[in-house]
T-cell receptor
């Protein structure tokens, strides 16, 4: 099955700093989804990327899908304490395969 | 709409006991799945279903059974609980097989002693 590697595993940032998490696959992906899980909560869908080179923005969040459709990134500009949580990428196919996530801590 | 509901929220079992984790959705979704989440391991797929009467194994199916007799319900059965099954279990549903947003339930935190 598909495997996706996500880095870093943890990231601590000062409030106002930027944050990026990366998702990589050795195979070409059909599409990729991103989820956020707040502490003690359940994963919540953020976005789906389908096209090669696709870039989508949601306020301070920017999502990119690589030209070869083997990698993706999530960038948060000027982090806030509300951004705390774990961010997962997930490769969609006949199943959904999740990366191990990046846990973001924001120091006020 | 309640979305995806799971019961119970918390459960403690002794080794060897059996139990069923309940999952229900009211969105008429065909695709449902069960994941377990362990620290540092992300979400791992246990079993999934693409419609009533159809189930298949995911990445970590051993020790778990599922059935899908209706569109709404997708229970997960632990046949003989083991400490290695201590985890948080999430049920999810979506419109289609993994190509659409997955809606997750609130989770069941299971401890096996």
């Amino acid at each position: 099955g598909q495997q996706v590697m996500q880095i870093p595993q943890y990231q601590h940032v000062q409030e106002g700093e930027d944050f990026t998490t990366y998702c990589n696959s050795s195979t070409t992906l059909s599409n990729i989804q991103w989820y956020k899980q707040r502490p003690g909560g359940h994963p919540v869908f953020l976005i789906q990327l389908v096209k090669s080179g696709e870039v989508k923005k949601q306020k301070r969040l920017t999502f990119q899908f690589g030209e070869a459709k083997k990698n993706s990134s999530l960038h948060i500009t000027a982090t806030q304490t509300t951004d705390v949580g774990t961010y997962f990428c997930a490769a969609a196919g006949y199943q959904l395969t999740f990366g191990k996530g990046t846990k973001l801590s924001v120091i006020p | 709409n309640a979305g995806v509901t799971q019961t119970p929220k918390f459960q403690v079992l002794k080794t060897g006991q059996s139990m069923t984790l309940q999952c229900a959705q009211d969105m008429n979704h065909e695709y449902m799945s069960w994941y377990r989440q362990d620290p540092g391991m992300g979400l791992r797929l246990i079993h999934y279903s693409v419609g009533a009467g159809i189930t298949d194994q995911g990445e970590v199916p051993n020790g778990y059974n599922v059935s899908r007799s209706t569109t709404e319900d997708f229970p997960l059965r632990l046949l003989s609980a083991a400490p290695s099954q201590t985890s948080v279990y999430f049920c999810a549903s979506s419109n289609s097989v993994a190509y659409n947003e997955q809606f997750f339930g609130p989770g069941t935190r299971l401890t096996v002693l």
